[in-house]
């Protein structure tokens, strides 16, 4: 079942991502090509201001081409640990930092061509504790019931991946705890 990479051919090396070509031997001896975008990891965060009360994003994507509504997110800095990221992240895009933590799980946006590996967190018992944004980001922060939010998934209005895993897991917990 295993590729063995024999050969790679670096295409562009970018700020974010980098895009390389990798000759591949199947588990059968044939020889196959991969495109593979790298990507250096991410963070995403479900922010609860209340055991109702999500703290949601709303801003540009260009490749959406579109304004999307998401929980806050972002990469990792190289060498950087996720927990200490999910926190800096937190607090850049919604202005609280978690008084806790929760590591959820962690997925792969698309593992078909991209290395991508996005932690995931639940943020609770929030303080008000804001970082300056990044200084390429427009960002509008967006208070909702869970419960909207969750709905909001059916009507299409939240189509961001990452978003949707993160709320229904939050839901999850919650009804766990409840």
């Given at each position: ?8 051919t ?24 991969r ?44 060498g ?96 766990e705890?409840?």
């Open positions: 079942m295993i590729e063995t990479v024999i050969e790679s670096s295409i562009y090396e970018g700020r974010i991502v980098h895009l390389h070509v990798d000759t591949v031997q199947l588990p059968d001896g044939r020889h196959a090509k495109e593979v975008v790298g990507h250096g990891g991410a963070v995403c965060i479900v922010p609860l201001r209340d055991n109702e009360t999500v703290l949601l994003i709303r801003q540009f994507r260009l490749p959406a081409g579109k304004v999307l509504l998401e929980i806050p997110a972002g990469g990792l800095e190289k950087e640990n996720p927990d200490d990221s999910a926190m800096r992240e937190l607090r850049e895009e919604t202005g609280y930092r978690a008084g806790n933590l929760r590591r959820l799980f962690a997925m792969y946006l698309a593992p078909g061509y991209s290395t991508e590996l996005i932690h995931t967190y639940l943020a609770t018992d929030l303080s008000e504790d804001a970082l300056d944004q990044d200084e390429d980001e427009n960002l509008e922060l967006v208070p909702m019931s869970l419960n909207d939010a969750i709905a909001l998934i059916f009507t299409g209005e939240i189509e961001d991946a990452k978003t949707i895993a993160g709320l229904f897991a939050a839901q999850q917990i919650l009804q705890t409840a």
